[in-house]
């Protein structure tokens, strides 16, 4: 004579059961833990130092015609009538040849002999050097940097009478 019972594994069943059906507890967890993980891989990596992943490329057609950034200095750029403001001297620059010299005028205001004008490049950065020779030139140089972004030649020049190195800059002459 048994009795058949309908009670849980434990044997006892609860208050207030009969009737309703139950969400396993097991489930709830997993779910849980699952949500929790899927956080933590997303959200984890904006605050530690771990490289994210990149966003995906734009297939927008204006970024397709936007132009690429220079990958070398163009010293086309250089060419152009060049004011040092606090001498009123002018440096012409008239061409690059290919064997990067360039053809110079010097004028304080009166022309100035330039015995030599090269420039050079350095990835997207290029320099100019100038050496005149000329009476009370006795082999001054003018070593320059062009600023792209002020559109501006800066830099030392170097008065060999005096012996002595003056930090310039040459702007373009409009």
């Not at 012996?163 to 409009?174: G, I, L, P, S, Y």
Request: a positive charge; aromatic letters at 8%.
């Amino acid at each position: 004579m048994s009795k058949h019972r309908h009670d849980h594994a434990n044997g006892h069943a609860h208050p207030g059961a009969k009737g309703k059906r139950r969400f396993p507890m097991g489930l709830v967890g997993l779910l849980l833990g699952t949500v929790l993980a899927a956080a933590i891989f997303i959200v984890a990596p904006r605050f530690s130092g771990l490289p994210q992943s990149a966003p995906p490329r734009s297939t927008d057609a204006r970024a397709a015609t936007a132009p690429a950034p220079e990958a070398k200095a163009n010293p086309q750029r250089l060419i152009g009538r060049w004011l040092r403001p606090d001498g009123g001297y002018i440096l012409d620059i008239q061409s690059v040849k290919g064997d990067r010299s360039l053809d110079v005028a010097y004028l304080n205001p009166n022309p100035i002999h330039v015995s030599r004008a090269e420039t050079e490049e350095d990835g997207k950065t290029l320099r100019v050097f100038v050496e005149l020779r000329d009476v009370n030139y006795p082999g001054c140089t003018y070593k320059l940097t062009y600023d792209s972004d002020k559109d501006q030649l800066t830099g030392v020049y170097f008065q060999a009478a005096l012996n002595e190195t003056f930090d310039v800059a040459f702007t373009r002459m409009k």
